[in-house]
DNA sequence: TAAAGAAAGTTTTTT
DNA sequence: ACTTTCTTTA
């Protein structure tokens, strides 16, 4: 009955086969990965009859685990099961341990415990740099933020942070001193936060043999995906959940790495099998998913990194189309050529699925204008999602009050949203009584309105009441009682009965509903543990919905609202209709209650929300991994943008530039576009743009250039082939060309003659890499391009030590270059030079010991 | 206190 | 360019 097997090649049966001991399955863009994964599953349920309980599969994001857990039961159709394989996120896998049993933790958190999204965490890190009595402009929340999640993520505790810190300089020390106190209210709130949620989970299995053992009894099977950028802490939570099975199935990709910087150690994956000894290694080297030349062209472009293991990837895919190029004027230019390619694409083939990945979510704007003129259905992944809306998360605010009124950050965002005429003096009056008794707002409030000593008016004592009597009405609604103090709540609690029945898979949590799934799920029918809430984790008997709905009406929100009557506040209105309609979704699938549907809210990112086949998905590069589409655009392709200016600097940053890269093309299954804009809007200025050294990397046979008049393409191919032009000796050999790191040649000619047409120097502005256009000379530049690029300068003679924009300079260890701005006067005049084979440098003009070339 | 106007920062990628 | 945050004014 099962031919699980039958639809695999030969090394992706061994991957789904070899269920016992340690598995590293190294796969390629487009080998079948998910399929192994999803496949594998199955076929420890369906062959080795493994109790789905006790597999446990994890992925980043929640897409990822959607898409897997919905190819499970799709080969799992028709089985009667009575238990579903957890399939989860590495965040609400850790949410799901500690909501259980963060308790045996000691460290007086308890299983009520609030989530702090990046906005929370943000707005404490504020509230604690202004009560230390910082300087925010010196600290600045977001840099302290983004140290202290860094810290934690190396796995130093404030303290530790704290004794280097102290040596290094003031700045750290500071950021030290913050952290601190961010730790201190993260506990007093109950708290955790993204970073938390791992590290306690972690700390909990290291420290708690009891609990490490119940979840290696749990999870007898456990899959990871993407293994290539778990973190040393996911690395950790892994390695305790498989201390006793050892049957780990590791899947990923070191050419596909990609969160370096956010913590990801490729080298959990290079040396895999020295952690886990008896390892078995499968390689998955055949793409089925691109043509030959998509293919050949992404290779060709990876190949360039150093740091790399070689490996085959081959397809027996026809070649298919050449991949396309196209140079546009601007940003805007370049997204009416995509809107108009795909108008094309769909008119000849109408269910064509088509993505525009770009670097940076700044760039979605125009083409979300384009699509939208262009009459094109498009989804967009990122930027903002539904529930960062300012009022999605009020009224989040209002409802995690409702469960815990102590929460001093919700607190905040809503004591006075809608107005109800709570300004700044009360607040700060709050605020200064809060520190003197050292407790929450909340209760500071209800000390207030009791009268104890203050400086308040009448009126806004009322309005304290008021507000006080909101949130108790919410309450009683999402079920007694409050939450008690944190710090005094049930402490040490011993790992009970309850504790050690299973968790409930999200099947298992939505439930019942499964069984009357039409698409014939495995049926589900695990007791979900009621003996697990003795906290109020999950004790309401109201619907989420009704809950949120009371939170939208009853909290004044919705007439706050309606009383603007302007478009903006209409459209807020819509989003909270839908946010009641997703709390209804909710309700109908059996969820298990508030406290489950704000976790959700939070670890929801909007990466999960593309729909499947929508025509067009507009998305960073990033948010692509995992997918694929007949049709792909790679846009803004340019130096600085992609690969990204942040990472020009460091050797390993490019590369994983490159290899972001390579994901992006990888994507693609039959077309591929890859495009670039001369010049570009950043900061509202217009700047001037050169071609990607990406686009350098790739093999221009392979390439057909779609630009109208000449482009950096027409004009590279010309100097590969041009014999005796002294100008272009550099670029003669191909294989010069292809290790060239910096500026494409012709792209440079093309700046020089639109500096040569400027009358007067560029003044000293923003120090930004890229040379500035001034509005009134964008349209000498625009008309003058046309005929530039396939001219040679001959630069204009200068006096000998005056090197002025426009002009071309020798440089002793980097040779001919362009001079692109010049700022400063005297000796301190610096020069902003693009050099080919080294990029763009700045020199002191003083210094350099330049001359005219 | 709230609305309107001015200044400053923003944009790398995300659970 | 755009949004957030600070400052001024009614």
């Given at each position: ?782 008309s003058k391009l046309k005929t530039s690029s396939s001219q040679h300068p001959t630069s204009d003679t200068q006096a000998p030590s005056d090197f002025p924009p426009g002009s071309y300079v020798r440089h002793a260890k980097y040779g001919r270059g362009l001079v692109l701005r010049r700022e400063g006067v005297g000796d301190s005049m610096k020069l902003t030079v693009s050099f080919p084979g080294y990029g763009q440098k700045k020199l002191v003009q003083k210094y350099a010991g330049l001359e005219l070339a």
């Amino acid at each position: 009955m099962t031919d699980f097997l039958s639809s695999l090649n030969e090394e992706q049966c061994q991957a789904v086969t070899a269920t016992e001991g340690p598995l590293l399955i190294l796969a390629g863009a487009g080998s079948g990965k998910t399929r192994v994964i999803a496949h594998r599953i199955a076929y420890l349920i369906a062959e080795r009859g493994v109790a789905p309980w006790h597999i446990l599969a994890v992925t980043f994001t929640n897409k990822a685990s959607q898409e897997m857990r919905s190819r499970v039961d799709q080969l799992l159709k028709g089985l009667e099961l009575n238990s579903a394989p957890l399939i989860s996120t590495f965040h609400s896998l850790c949410v799901r341990i500690l909501r259980r049993d963060i308790q045996a933790l000691n460290e007086g958190y308890t299983r009520s415990f609030t989530i702090y999204d990046q906005d929370d965490s943000l707005r404490l890190v504020k509230n604690c740099i202004k009560d230390l009595g910082l300087d925010d402009k010196q600290v600045g929340p977001r840099a302290a933020q983004s140290a202290i999640s860094a810290a934690k993520n190396r796995g130093q505790d404030p303290d530790s942070y704290a004794a280097r810190a102290e040596h290094i300089d003031e700045k750290r020390a500071s950021i030290a001193r913050v952290f601190i106190l961010y730790e201190e209210r993260l506990r007093n709130n109950n708290a955790l936060d993204f970073d938390d949620l791992l590290i306690k989970a972690v700390r909990l299995l290291r420290d708690v043999p009891e609990v490490r053992e119940k979840y290696n009894d749990r999870f007898r099977y456990i899959l990871v995906d993407e293994y290539q950028d778990t973190n040393s802490l996911q690395f950790a939570l892994v390695s305790f959940l498989t201390e006793k099975q050892q049957n780990i199935c590791v899947v990923g990709d070191p050419d596909q790495s990609i969160y370096k910087w956010r913590g990801a150690d490729v080298t959990n994956i290079l040396n895999f099998e020295q952690h886990f000894p008896a390892t078995k290694v499968i390689r998955l080297e055949q793409n089925y998913r691109s043509t030959q030349n998509i293919l050949d062209v992404a290779s060709a472009v990876v190949k360039h990194n150093i740091e790399r293991k070689e490996k085959s990837l081959w397809t027996q895919n026809p070649p298919g189309e050449r991949i396309r190029y196209y140079q546009a004027m601007d940003a805007e230019s370049e997204a009416r050529f995509v809107a108009a390619r795909i108008e094309e694409h769909r008119a000849a083939e109408s269910d064509l699925r088509a993505a525009v990945l770009y670097r940076t979510n700044a760039q979605s704007r125009v083409f979300e204008e384009a699509m939208r003129r262009a009459n094109l259905a498009y989804n967009i992944v990122g930027g903002f999602s539904f529930y960062e809306r300012m009022e999605v998360r009020d009224i989040i605010a209002y409802l995690k009050l409702a469960l815990n009124p102590n929460d001093s950050i919700a607190l905040q965002r809503v004591i006075n949203s809608p107005p109800r005429g709570i300004g700044k003096l009360t607040l700060d009056e709050i605020e200064r009584h809060a520190k003197d008794y050292g407790v929450s707002y909340w209760e500071t409030i209800s000390l207030l309105t009791a009268g104890g000593p203050q400086r308040l008016s009448q009126r806004a004592i009322a309005a304290l009441k008021n507000f006080q009597s909101i949130i108790l009405h919410l309450s009683k609604l999402t079920g007694p009682p409050l939450a008690p103090s944190p710090l005094v709540g049930r402490v040490g609690v011993g790992l009970g009965d309850a504790d050690l029945s299973p968790i409930p898979s999200p099947q298992a949590e939505r439930g019942e509903g499964t069984a009357a799934d039409p698409s014939g799920s495995p049926t589900v029918r695990e007791g979900v543990d009621i003996n697990s809430a003795p906290d109020h984790v999950t004790v309401s008997d109201s619907l989420v919905s009704d809950l949120v709905k009371a939170a939208i009406l009853d909290t004044g929100y919705e007439n706050a609202l309606k009383g603007e009557n302007t478009d903006e506040a209409e459209a807020r209105l819509e989003n909270l209709q839908e946010l009641v309609n997703a709390a209804v979704d909710y309700d109908e699938q059996g969820a298990e209650g508030l406290r489950e549907f704000i976790d959700h809210s939070a670890l929801v990112s909007d990466t999960d929300q593309y729909k499947r086949d929508a025509p067009v998905t507009l998305m960073t590069a990033h948010s692509a991994k995992g997918l694929e589409f007949p049709l792909v655009f790679i846009v803004g392709l340019e130096d600085g943008l992609f690969p990204h200016s942040r990472a020009a600097a460091d050797a390993a940053e490019l590369e994983e530039e490159r290899r972001l890269c390579y994901v992006a093309m990888t994507r693609a299954e039959r077309f591929l576009y890859v495009t670039h804009a001369v010049k570009r809007r950043v900061y509202g200025q217009e700047l001037a743009s050169e071609p990607s050294q990406f686009l350098n990397e790739m093999p221009l046979e392979l390439i057909e250039d779609l630009s109208r008049g000449n482009s950096w393409l027409a004009f590279a191919r010309g100097s590969s082939t041009l014999k005796d032009d002294g100008e272009l000796k550099s670029h003669r050999e191909t294989k010069a060309r292809a290790q060239y790191a910096g500026k494409t040649y012709d792209s440079v000619e093309s700046i020089a003659d639109f500096f040569r047409n400027r009358a007067a120097n560029m003044p000293g502005g923003a120090p930004n890499l890229k040379s500035q256009i001034s509005s009134s000379e964008r349209k000498t530049r625009n008309s003058k391009l046309k005929t530039s690029s396939s001219q040679h300068p001959t630069s204009d003679t200068q006096a000998p030590s005056d090197f002025p924009p426009g002009s071309y300079v020798r440089h002793a260890k980097y040779g001919r270059g362009l001079v692109l701005r010049r700022e400063g006067v005297g000796d301190s005049m610096k020069l902003t030079v693009s050099f080919p084979g080294y990029g763009q440098k700045k020199l002191v003009q003083k210094y350099a010991g330049l001359e005219l070339a």
